[in-house]
């Protein structure tokens, strides 16, 4: 961190891309798959962030970059400084939830919407969920660690109580059960 730039606290991007080096140095690459992979059903990080935030926490000495490897990929690592304001960060009140469900913000004006479309729209959310729903339970649980159980098994409960409102919507809705299909 240089002496103009003032200590500010990592967002979540930042701290993930943190929590993943403490495995071993990654490229952003690796950092954007394994994001994807590992938190990617519930905290979206893209491509762009990932280097944009390696750009701002190599600038800011929490990491520092490697030779430049095979297919153009720089490896990071994760130093000292990076260490601790992972730390600091992963000790503070992760705050509350931000629900961003855009098929209840589209549905919230429905009104506005041709039915055939919007049930068109339920219908690919609801097997989107569905398809969710199989990728976690097909996971293998016993290869996981305790947290990431409890994040999985956060992710079947979740999955599971979506497809029961999918259940109840067409009677949310005041249409028939087969009015939807």
Known sequence: MTQEEPKRTLNATAASLLGFLHEGPMSGWDLA???????????????????????TMHR????????????????????PAGMDAFAEWIEREPGEET??????????????????????MIATNREAHEHRLTHFLAESPEYLSPYERATLDFGIRYERA???????????LGRAPSDHQ
């Open 33 to 55: 798959m394994l994001s994807q992979r590992r938190i990617g059903d519930f905290w979206t990080i893209t491509q762009s962030q990932v280097y944009r935030e390696l750009a």
């Open 60 to 79: 800011l000495g929490l990491v520092e970059k490697g030779e430049t490897g095979a297919r153009e990929r720089t490896p990071y690592r994760i130093t």
């Open 99 to 120: 629900l961003r469900f855009p098929l209840l913000l589209t549905l919230s004006f429905g009104n506005f919407v041709d039915p055939e479309h919007l049930d068109r």
């Open 162 to 172: 979506v497809l029961e409102w999918f259940d109840r919507l067409p009677t949310l």
